[in-house]
């Protein structure tokens, strides 16, 4: 089941240039920079209350997050993510109605959360991540 709105992803060329902008035009600030080794990014929060901001930098040449910023250099809209209760649940049950589902659910994020990605043509022509989050 779906629970709620979990973060927007944004794909930047730069953390700490995007950091600064986000500072300065806004006063917005990022948490600590983390690494997800699995999908070659690193990543930062901005925490919002209800939801999060998260920014994302390729790590290595063969990041998909690399292909994103060779086809949009100055970084943009990634995906946005969705809160569900159990990931394979959910993916299951999506499943059935035609919904294509990238990876098969044990895929972690940098928290350790599983996630799964709903194929953007199946969601109104964004790519939507599925989050498992407990708390």
Do not use: W
């Amino acid at each position: 089941m779906i629970t709620g709105l979990s973060h927007v992803s944004i794909v930047v060329p730069s953390l700490e240039a995007a950091a600064r902008e986000l500072d300065s035009k806004y006063g917005l600030k990022i948490g600590a920079i983390n690494v997800n080794a699995e999908q070659g990014v690193r990543l930062a929060y901005v925490e919002l209350g209800n939801a999060r901001i998260e920014l994302m930098e390729p790590s290595r040449p063969d990041s998909p997050v690399t292909k994103f910023l060779e086809r949009n250099p100055r970084g943009g809209i990634h995906h946005f993510c969705l809160n569900v209760d159990d990931v394979a649940a959910t993916s299951d049950a999506v499943r059935t109605k035609g919904v294509r589902v990238l990876g098969d659910g044990t895929q972690r994020n940098a928290q350790g959360e599983r996630i799964a990605f709903v194929h953007p043509q199946d969601f109104l022509g964004a790519l939507v991540e599925l989050e498992e989050h407990h708390g």
